[in-house]
């Protein structure tokens, strides 16, 4: 049981907490409700978050603005002839500003690689 005396002040969420809730409410399986009641928010509150981070008004201060960045095509740009029977494998490669490389095949779904990435950037 939790007694709140005299007034009730509104919490202040940084940008990195909201994204950070965000990101565990997206995760597969997640229940909006349950990460809501977890952090003691409204789902109300959850799906304004999401709002402001769709129309590009939540973002974290100081992180570098998103940019295209030089690509390298390696190998053939035509696919080659395969013989009948034998599977291709066709790979994108990215190569972090650190050194890191990550080679991912068409298999791995989007939420899978952007968990990926998201743990190398930090």
């Not at 190569?95 to 939420?111: E, F, Q, S, Y």
């Amino acid at each position: 049981m939790e007694i709140i005396t005299g007034v009730e002040r509104r919490r202040r969420w940084r940008a990195e907490d909201k994204l950070r809730v965000l990101a565990e409410a997206a995760q597969p399986g997640a229940r909006t409700s349950e990460v809501a009641r977890r952090h003691d928010i409204s789902r109300g509150l959850l799906w304004y978050w999401r709002r402001q981070l769709r129309q590009g008004r939540l973002a974290v201060r100081g992180a570098p603005e998103p940019m295209f960045l030089p690509v390298q095509v390696s190998g053939p740009v035509l696919p080659e002839p395969v013989a009948p029977g034998m599977a291709t494998n066709p790979q994108i490669e990215i190569a972090l500003p650190d050194g890191t490389c990550v080679r991912v095949g068409t298999d791995v779904d989007a939420a899978a690689l952007r968990r990926v990435l998201g743990v190398l950037r930090r």
